[in-house]
């Protein structure tokens, strides 16, 4: 089965720039989504097709994806942005047709 | 408002059957393709099961195949999950999620999910 690996913890001072890899065999050939979840919430889509951004998404949030490492960066970060950040793939584009992956998970905190 | 409402979740015991509900408004139901995700408590997501916008086309992942069967009522805007001989480690809150439209493959609405608990 194809596994995603991320960071558990980030920790990041307000005003200053989180990454948060995401780490699988040839990632950088597929599209690479990222979701947000709040405590006590649903996830919701922050980025799409490794840098697109939803309608509402701040500018903030940017994505890249080359060879094995995907990466969500969130710039100028605030103190709402604390919350689990999981990545995402379609394993199609992996040889792993009709499975649908996520990352492990990185718990954003916000010092 | 595009709105995806989960429930049918409860205790049951283990081997024992349930079947959740996913009720959509918003948007036109029939063209979308729907997923199942699951997320123990404090843990990750788990993608379960996915079904085409008409019904045709379903996937599952491997920890549940056999055990669990997604199905859908385009008349009732309607997505189902029917889990039979549930284990523990089946435990979660359970999501029904659209699929993006199309070839395009993130999850882009998601319901507030339904707590299913597997316990003698």
């Known amino acids: 089965s194809y596994v995603l690996t991320q960071p558990p913890s980030v920790s990041v001072a307000p005003g200053q720039t989180a990454k948060i890899s995401c780490e699988g065999k040839?990632?950088?050939?597929?599209?690479v989504h990222w979701y947000q979840q709040r405590p006590g919430q649903a996830p919701m889509l922050v980025v799409y097709?490794?840098?697109g951004r939803p309608s509402g998404i701040p500018e903030r949030f940017s994505g890249s994806n080359s060879g094995n490492t995907a990466t969500l960066t969130i710039s100028r970060v605030e103190g709402g942005d604390e919350a689990d950040y999981y990545c995402?793939?379609?394993?199609?584009?992996?040889?792993?047709?009709?499975?649908?992956?996520f990352g492990t998970g990185t718990k954003v905190t916000v010092l | 408002e595009v709105q995806l409402v989960d429930s049918g979740g409860g205790v049951v015991q283990p081997g024992g059957s349930l079947r959740l509900s996913c009720t959509a408004s918003g948007f036109r139901f029939d063209e979308y393709a729907m997923h199942w995700v699951r997320q123990v408590p404090g843990k990750g997501l788990e993608w379960v099961s996915l079904?085409?916008?008409?019904?045709?086309?379903?996937y599952y992942a491997d920890s549940v195949k056999g055990r669990f069967t997604i199905s859908r009522d385009n008349s009732k805007n309607s997505l189902y999950l029917q889990m039979d001989s549930l284990r523990r480690e089946d435990s979660a809150l359970y999501y029904c999620?659209?699929?993006?439209?199309?070839?395009?493959?993130?999850?882009?609405?998601w319901g507030q999910g339904t707590l299913v608990t597997v316990s003698s």
């Open positions: 995402q793939v379609w394993g199609g584009g992996l040889g792993h047709p009709g499975v649908y992956v």
């Open positions: 040839n990632i950088g050939s597929t599209s």
């Open positions: 097709d490794d840098s």
């Open positions: 079904i085409s916008a008409d019904g045709t086309n379903i």
């Open positions: 999620s659209r699929k993006a439209r199309g070839v395009d493959n993130w999850f882009d609405t």
